[in-house]
């Protein structure tokens, strides 16, 4: 069964760093791109960043390019979002999912709030 | 960036009966590879977007075929016959053909 299983969101002051991780089971991590996407409370859903299977490119919208970093570790199966320099406007759940696109497994999301 | 314009905002509906919901694009989401990266998903209450249709229109494993897919160009429709309870939540479109990828506002199916 393919699970992700997000972790590391909590509360942090504007200006501060956060990373979230994302573990992944299930399946061949390693032969699948990776990404993360977000939902403001109460709003809708934004891109935040994609990675390729072997991590070789990556890729941002501009709302975050420069400020977050997306990586991964294929031994451990593990993805990861490096968040610098947050803003009020990156709190969100943020959830990793399976692919480019066609994302079709995701996990349960993590919460980052961003508060002074 | 693409924008992806999702009406109506609110579908009230009745159990049984037909929902559509329309999704039109700022431009075309023809890619230079002659593909079309339109998507669907749905957010039930308290719980993670699930992938419906990709490429328009194929349904995702397990999608019923109650659940269709259909447009071309900029302006495409989610058509669900015979709304079941399961069924009821947000809907929204997703574009990955244009940097940055975009997804719509949503459209909230819920029962009249």
């Known amino acids: 069964e393919v699970q992700l299983v997000e972790s590391g969101g909590g509360l942090v002051q504007p200006g501060r760093s956060l990373k979230l991780s994302c573990v992944a089971s299930g399946f061949t991590f390693n032969n699948y791109w990776m990404t993360w996407i977000r939902q403001a409370p109460g709003k809708g859903l934004e891109w935040v960043a994609s990675i390729t299977n072997t991590g070789g490119s990556t890729y941002y919208p501009d709302s975050v390019k420069g400020r977050f970093t997306i990586s991964r570790d294929n031994a451990k199966s593990t993805l990861y979002l490096q968040m610098n320099s947050l803003r009020s406007e990156d709190t969100a759940t943020y959830y990793c999912?399976?692919?480019?696109?066609?994302?079709?497994?995701w996990g349960q999301g993590v919460m980052v709030t961003v508060s002074s | 960036d693409v924008v992806l314009t999702q009406t109506p905002v609110a579908q009230p509906v009745t159990l049984g009966d037909q929902a559509s919901i329309s999704c039109r694009s700022s431009?075309?989401?023809?890619?230079?590879?002659?593909?079309?990266?339109l998507e669907w998903y749905l957010q039930k209450p308290g719980q993670s977007p699930q992938l419906l249709i990709y490429k328009v229109s194929n349904r995702f494993s397990g999608v019923p075929d109650r659940f269709i897919g259909s447009g071309s160009g900029s302006d495409f429709t989610l058509k669900i016959s015979r709304v079941e309870p399961e069924d009821l939540g947000v809907y929204y479109c997703f574009q990955a053909t244009h940097d940055p990828f975009t997804f719509g506002s949503g459209t909230k199916l819920e029962i009249k």
């Open positions: 999912t399976r692919g480019p696109t066609r994302f079709d497994y």
């Open positions: 431009q075309s989401l023809v890619h230079s590879n002659g593909n079309t990266y």
